[in-house]
């Protein structure tokens, strides 16, 4: 009977619909945040706080302060923007690309909102002046971000020199007169493309790659005429020329002795940094 109900068709087989696989919702894991969020220029940290340090030392205010964070949230914010904006300019989409996105925008809104409290609280709106000068050089550093060709020489001068406007800004912001300002933007400038040139060649020699001591040499010299002009111009300190020129001669020794490690590399520069910065800024103050 159960025989002839099957063949009927009166009895069928429940059938059993496979269930839908739910995917769990997952944050972004905090490799990805980091590779979008933290610049992989580890260089560029001293060069972007040189600036403020040597700004700070001459002229400290709160206003100073504040742009000294503002200059380290725009120094943040560089890196997933341009990992964004590539991304756009390349026509493509990825996960680090949102993410890149949205770390860019809390990081721009912080940074509007430093920037803001740090105009409220300057004496004088003078401040802008470097950073408008400097605008074009940083935005000359973005156009070759975008194009993925930012380890170029000239996107790293024109970086580097528009950040040390900052120290121009933040002795401005505390009422300072413009040609103290002008001094020290010309002393962090010299002494940022004294160690972009000088690390160049560095790198290209611990590569073996093709390299031409002179860039470096040339680039020293160059940083040296810029200060002996400011010193004229009696806008630089004494103390100020001779941290550049002692920095330059340094340079000029160890390009021709062997390369260190990378890490050392990085080391001798931060102290060389701070040693121009400390210098050039107790000279400027000095009675």
Not at 16 to 45: D, K, Q
Not at 147 to 162: K, M, Q, Y
Request: glycine fraction near 6%; aromatic fraction near 4%.
């Amino acid at each position: 009977m159960l025989l002839q109900a099957r063949q009927d068709g009166l009895l069928r087989r429940p059938r059993f619909r496979p269930r839908r696989r739910i995917e769990p919702v997952t944050s972004p894991e905090p490799s990805t945040i980091r590779s979008v969020a933290l610049p992989s220029e580890h260089g560029g940290w001293s060069l972007t706080l040189e600036p403020v340090v040597l700004g700070l030392l001459v002229d400290p205010s709160w206003a100073g302060v504040f742009i000294g964070v503002a200059t380290l949230l725009a120094f943040l914010t560089r890196t997933p923007l341009k990992i964004a904006l590539v991304d756009r300019h390349r026509r493509r989409t990825l996960d680090r690309t949102r993410i890149a996105g949205r770390v860019a925008a809390v990081e721009g809104a912080v940074l509007v909102a430093v920037a803001t409290l740090a105009a409220v609280l300057a004496e004088d709106v003078s401040f802008l002046w470097p950073l408008l000068i400097a605008a074009p050089l940083v935005a000359i550093e973005l156009w070759y971000d975008i194009r993925s060709r930012s380890r170029r020489l000239i996107p790293e001068l024109a970086g580097t020199v528009g950040v040390a406007s900052v120290a121009a800004a933040i002795v401005l912001a505390a009422g300072s007169p413009d040609r103290l300002a002008a001094g020290l933007w010309c002393v962090a400038a010299a002494r940022a493309i004294a160690a972009v040139a000088f690390v160049r060649v560095q790198l290209r020699r611990s590569k073996a790659q093709p390299h031409n001591l002179w860039l470096s040499d040339g680039f020293q010299l160059l940083a040296v005429a810029a200060v002996g002009i400011g010193w004229q111009l009696d806008a630089i300190s004494t103390a100020g020329v001779i941290a550049v020129a002692a920095l330059a001669l340094v340079h000029a020794v160890l390009v021709r002795r062997p390369v260190p490690a990378v890490p050392t590399l990085g080391a001798q520069q931060v102290v060389l940094g701070l040693a121009v910065v400390l210098t050039a800024g107790l000279g400027a103050i000095a009675p």
